[in-house]
């Protein structure tokens, strides 16, 4: 893997584990140019709109993958979810985040074998 494409994830992860704040998750939800074109702001005000408890949901500049968007980036379990739609958001929301079960058919085949 490139080390430009990691660098976005190594800070968003830095940010995550040193913040202090009471969080079991972060949801960060790329706004950078590409996925907005693919309906970002909409997977961000969907997941916005799920209160989970212990899950901070966060905008996020590049994550690294463009043309895959818009992505999804879960920490600290570190799973990349791809070509998220707000109505698929929902799923993540419930099975990922309140279960603890991430949404196999949606994960990021690169990160995610």
């Not at 739609?85 to 990021?108: C, F, N, S, W």
Request: include cysteine; charged fraction near 20%.
């Amino acid at each position: 893997m490139r080390l430009y494409i990691l660098r976005p994830y190594v800070l968003c992860l830095d940010k995550f584990m040193g913040n202090g704040a009471n969080f079991r998750q972060r949801v960060l939800v790329c706004q950078n140019r590409t996925c907005r074109k693919q309906g970002a702001r909409k997977v961000l005000a969907a997941f916005q709109a799920q209160l989970v408890p212990g899950v901070e949901i966060e905008s996020s500049s590049c994550l690294g993958q463009c043309g895959m968007g818009p992505m999804v980036l879960v920490l600290p379990e570190e799973v990349w979810y791809c070509g998220v739609r707000a109505d698929e958001v929902l799923a993540i929301a419930q099975r990922h985040l309140r279960e603890g079960k991430p949404v196999t058919a949606m994960l990021y085949k690169k990160f995610h074998h």
